[in-house]
């Protein structure tokens, strides 16, 4: 049995194996004051484009996955897909882990904000009127930023919250983190979140959980914004199946090389 110190490996990434209570309660029993790490949510569109060439920062985007204290699938499709390799990965979304963290926290938690819009830090006290909440709204373009981006990284050290919720869109945020955790001065817990801050707020609607249960989340975002998500569902997402055959086949090859399949005459009675 796997305890929740344990990882397994996917398409390159290592995950953890713990479930959701088991997540959320690792991340409220670390200290507050303990150096920054930070967790990062991996999905069909973050494996796709950490596996493309084309992708711009590619290997500093790997470093920034890696160097993730803790990777959580957030993706019943990669759940799937793992599970046809008998690999048993469980879906912890960011949506719902954030939610979770904040009504577990105690009052007078610090939560630092990086990213959202203008009203979010507002109604966010409106809903957890008992925490202590920072925010920086960090300018579009942040990947090639390096300005703002240091400026993002000098407000999360200098806030010192106990959990640094990143908004502001993969790969971006996954860096941000990295950056941060670079910095010896730096304290919490970051999560790498993506618009789970606007799903919590009401600022846009989360897919209805049959189809979350069903795997289909990706189709209720596409018909509720085509214009903004028929390339990332209809064009990029299908590479994951792509990905996860080539994986399959160069799995089948390692383990014949290691002599765990053995050819059909080998096999055979003496004198068959």
Request: glycine share 6%.
């Amino acid at each position: 049995m796997r305890t929740e110190t344990q990882s397994v490996e996917f398409l390159g990434l290592e995950f953890e194996a713990s479930d959701s209570q088991a997540m959320l309660a690792r991340l409220l029993d670390r200290p507050a004051d303990a150096p920054f790490s930070y967790l990062v949510t991996p999905n069909v569109d973050h494996v796709v484009r950490l596996h493309d060439e084309r992708t711009a920062r590619r290997d500093d985007i790997w470093r920034a996955y890696e160097g993730a204290a803790w990777r959580s699938c957030d993706s019943r499709v990669l759940a799937r897909l793992a599970k046809w390799r008998d690999v048993v990965l469980p879906v912890v979304t960011g949506s719902d882990l954030t939610r979770e963290l904040l009504e577990a926290a105690e009052p007078n938690t610090s939560v630092a904000v990086i990213g959202g819009g203008a009203d979010l830090t507002e109604r966010l006290r409106e809903r957890f009127p008992n925490l202590v909440i920072w925010q920086h709204r960090a300018p579009m373009g942040l990947l090639h930023n390096i300005e703002a981006l240091g400026e993002a990284v000098d407000f999360a050290v200098a806030v010192k919250a106990r959990f640094t919720m990143i908004a502001v869109g993969s790969p971006q945020q996954e860096l941000l983190a990295h950056a941060i955790q670079s910095r010896p001065d730096a304290t919490g817990l970051g999560l790498c979140i993506g618009a789970s801050l606007d799903f919590l707020i009401g600022e846009q609607v989360r897919a209805p959980m049959a189809f979350q249960k069903a795997g289909l989340e990706w189709l209720y975002r596409l018909g509720s914004n085509p214009r903004r998500f028929w390339r990332r569902y209809l064009v990029e997402g299908p590479q994951i199946f792509r990905l996860w055959l080539r994986s399959d086949a160069r799995h089948a090859q390692a383990r014949q090389a290691a002599g765990a399949i053995v050819p059909a005459k080998a096999n055979r009675a003496p004198g068959g």
